[in-house]
């Protein structure tokens, strides 16, 4: 268990005081020295963590990863990008770390990188000291350094790693333009409906309860729904509210829930195909970076199924590890997942069976990248059909709601 040591040193004609946390005081000692540099250890003596230091334990206690939050893309591209210069040009990796505790000016980095620095000083590799953040900084962050200090060349492993996270950024970034409009659309959609819920309606409902007849099904609808806003409103947006954050924690805390959730989520239209190609392009892409690195095939899919979030298509990509340390070749493991079409497991065969499967693999990560970019460019055609049915719905029983029982009343009138 780390503890956290007061150092007494003296420096440069003064005496300070600092903390540094360790296993032991016989490591705080080690790493007092490395740190201070050419001070005199006067005294080391375990003490309490800081008041910040045990409000974050708290959270962390009672809240888990709901006190956690992922770390910026953008800062974290730039600070793989400097490791990967740094390492290239030969500069050690703790030396390289250290820099970029420095430059980086996301906080949240910032830290990470000053404990993995720590951690680094105290014998630990850069992976075990990654693995901790690894819902920080992502499963492909952890899955490339790992494959960095396997071969050797941690550099060319940063390097690709900073191009995979810009890429999974630019998608990012992607889809969220693609939704823009729809989202707008469907906001205004819903303010609008909300106003003449709350004004419009109400002035013929004065209108309807006068008639004292039978009012047909569109208008019963119409003043229900006037009715669930203008006196329950409130509630009901409390009420969703609640469902959207329970949702979220027991997606994040609860196997079982998150499970039945992904398995629903690849049956939505559009949401199931973005999860499925999004993830496969993922694995293809860090598996065949793996293999291509001359990592067994068995623990280049171990690493590679860490990648997956959605845990139905993580469980069959599970299964082919099982079956290629059983003796099957990969191209049967892939078929019986049932996740690649025909076309893909010929590709695989043909590679296995002429000795270029990283280049046959790194054809099936493109193609599923190319499912997944096409996707994204048409959504808002995809999704406009959608839309302009949902509009037309609404007016439709906007207009019957309120005509209809005007027109009855005119009949009345006339007869």
Known sequence: MISYYEVNYFKDGKRDKSLVKAISRKDAI??????????????????????????????????GKISQKKAN??????????????????????????????????????????????DLN????????????????????????????????????????ADILEEMMENSKKLKSALRYPITVIVAIAIAFTILMVYVVPKFKEIFE??????????????????????????????????????????KNNYEYKAKADEYYLK????????????????????????????????ALDTAVLTIDNENIKEKLSIVKTQVERGANLTDAFKETELFEGMLIQMIKAGEAGGALDAMLEKVSDYYKEKFNNIIDNLSSYIEPILIGFIAGMVLMLALGIFMPMWDMAKAVKG
Do not use: W
């Open 122 to 161: 105290l014998g630990k590799s850069l992976t075990e000291s990654m693995a901790k953040y690894q819902y920080q900084v992502g499963d492909v962050t952890v899955a490339m350094i790992e494959l960095g200090e396997s071969t050797g060349n941690i550099s060319e492993s940063l390097t690709k790693l």
């Open 268 to 299: 939505i239209y559009l949401i199931g195909n973005l999860i499925f190609y999004a993830s496969m392009s993922r694995f293809m892409l860090i598996f065949t970076e793996l293999v291509r690195a001359g990592i067994p095939i068995a623990d």
């Open 30 to 63: 080690s790493l007092a020295k490395i740190k201070f540099s050419g001070a005199t250890i006067l005294k080391i003596k375990e003490t309490t963590p800081p008041l910040d230091v045990q409000i974050n334990d708290l959270k962390e206690k009672y809240f």
């Open 210 to 251: 006068k008639l004292g007849s039978e009012l047909p099904t569109p208008t019963k609808i119409l003043l229900f729904c006037e009715s669930a806003i203008n006196n329950y409103g409130i509630f009901i947006l409390v009420g969703l509210i609640g469902i959207v954050v329970s949702h979220k924690h027991m997606y």
């Open 73 to 118: 893309v953008e800062h974290l591209v730039s600070a793989v990008r400097q490791l990967a210069v740094m390492t290239n040009a030969g500069i050690s990796i703790h030396d390289s770390i250290r820099e970029v505790t420095k430059s980086t000016v996301d906080p949240q980095l910032k830290e990470i990188f000053k404990v993995v620095d720590e």
